[in-house]
């Protein structure tokens, strides 16, 4: 095979799974000028190559060349694919169709034995595509997905695995330690496709490996349901993991006559400096910039312990993001604080220059954000100016 022949079906093979003719739809076709531009440019040599490349291709049946004239000379304008199995099986790869077939037929096998899950492998065998078989949904991909569905249930379906990592899951289960991860992150489409089906699907979130966790301070106690109470008497900085803010139960104050008001910040310099002095704020939470789901979590035990949410942040099309993103995932409404015009305009001799990408995500604003007080005034500060200030740079 020549370099050229092999661009051409390679082309082809990358635009297949996806295409109508891997659905029995009308066949691919391929325009020369926007896949290879680069023929443009270059010289009669290999314009040469790629003309033989396609000539022989069309000669073994694989492909159809459409022609045009084009400055006193016939040019090839596109190439249409006629024989995809052959294709898949001149690079030496496996054709998706063949893939999808052997994938559909282990989903139906499953469905007589998965119990609990049989809808889901019962979406899988009506649902999988000739884009999904090519993306690593194969036979053995729905086998895996079935082994980690019955070691989560021989657990109970708790949100921990106890006492086992899932590298060391996917050693027991596969004899590979990477194996378990390939899967779930494979699965992670088809089952927000199913989810969106209405169809059951178990939480695979216990299998990420990423440990999201914040910091509180304050003069607080945390509620866990045992006692006693875990008590922060002294008002330091206390690191909260995702799997600690899960167990809280309630968050109260050491001191009852203070008002329960908590103030989030988004830059951790910023949450250090103000935890290390006294403030209006019961207590501090970093945000660790966008919420991470310790963060929502803890958020969430704080409104239903009565607190009223603040927060800080940058400045900026990022920050009131931010803002928003903190207000819609503790489903309360969080006053801004020191996010107006006036402390803009203060700061604004050492503001930074926002690029269009940046400034284009205050499109994504939505008005119960911009009616926050002091917001819709630093929208128009931030469009006027075309800057943003970081909140390291602020002294509150």
């Not at 093979?13 to 023929?39: H, N, Q, T, Y």
């Not at 270059?42 to 459409?66: H, M, Q």
């Not at 409404?333 to 604004?348: A, C, K, N």
Request: net charge negative; charged share 25%; with cysteine.
């Amino acid at each position: 095979m020549t370099k050229w022949e092999e661009k051409i079906l390679t082309s082809f093979a990358d635009r297949f799974p996806s295409s109508a003719a891997a659905v029995g739809g009308r066949e691919i076709r391929i325009k020369v000028r926007s896949v290879f531009p680069e023929l443009q440019s270059s010289g009669p040599d290999p314009i040469e190559s790629f003309l033989e490349a396609a000539e022989s291709l069309e000669r073994d049946g694989l492909v159809r060349i459409t022609w045009q004239r084009h400055r006193k000379r016939e040019e090839i304008e596109s190439l249409t694919l006629k024989d995809p199995p052959e294709l898949y099986k001149r690079l030496g790869k496996p054709s998706p169709l063949a893939v999808l077939d052997e994938a559909r037929m282990r989903a139906r096998l499953e469905v007589a034995e998965s119990g609990t899950y049989q809808p889901f492998f019962s979406f899988l065998y009506e649902n999988l595509s000739p884009e999904d078989a090519s993306a690593g949904m194969d036979a053995d991909f729905i086998t895996g997905l079935r082994c980690i569905f019955n070691a989560l249930e021989e657990r109970g379906k708790d949100t921990e695995l106890h006492g086992i990592t899932p590298r060391a899951l996917s050693i027991l289960l596969f004899s590979e330690s990477k194996r378990l991860e390939a899967i779930v992150h494979h699965a992670k489409p088809i089952l927000q496709r199913a989810s969106d089906a209405g169809i059951e699907v178990p939480d695979l979130s216990v299998l990420n490996r990423n440990f999201p966790d914040t910091l509180i301070a304050g003069r607080i106690e945390l509620d866990f349901g045992i006692q006693p109470a875990l008590a922060n008497s002294a008002g330091l900085p206390l690191g909260i993991p995702g799997q600690t803010a899960r167990s809280i139960r309630s968050i109260r104050l050491l001191e009852p006559g203070m008002e329960r008001s908590v103030l989030f910040v988004e830059n951790k310099e910023t949450f250090y400096a103000l935890s290390g002095k006294d403030t209006s704020y019961s207590c501090l939470v970093y945000t660790a910039g966008h919420p991470n789901p310790a963060v929502i979590i803890l958020a969430r035990a704080l409104v239903q312990s009565g607190f009223t949410l603040h927060h800080a942040g940058d400045l900026d099309p990022d920050g009131i993001l931010i803002l928003q993103e903190l207000s819609e995932s503790a489903g309360a409404s969080v006053i801004p604080h020191r996010m107006d015009e006036s402390t803009f305009d203060q700061y604004l001799p050492w503001a930074y220059e926002l690029d269009a990408v940046r400034l284009s995500r205050l499109s994504r604003l939505k008005d119960v954000t911009r009616q926050l007080k002091g917001i819709e005034k630093l929208v128009e500060r931030i469009q006027d100016t075309r800057k943003g200030v970081e909140q390291e740079i602020i002294e509150y």
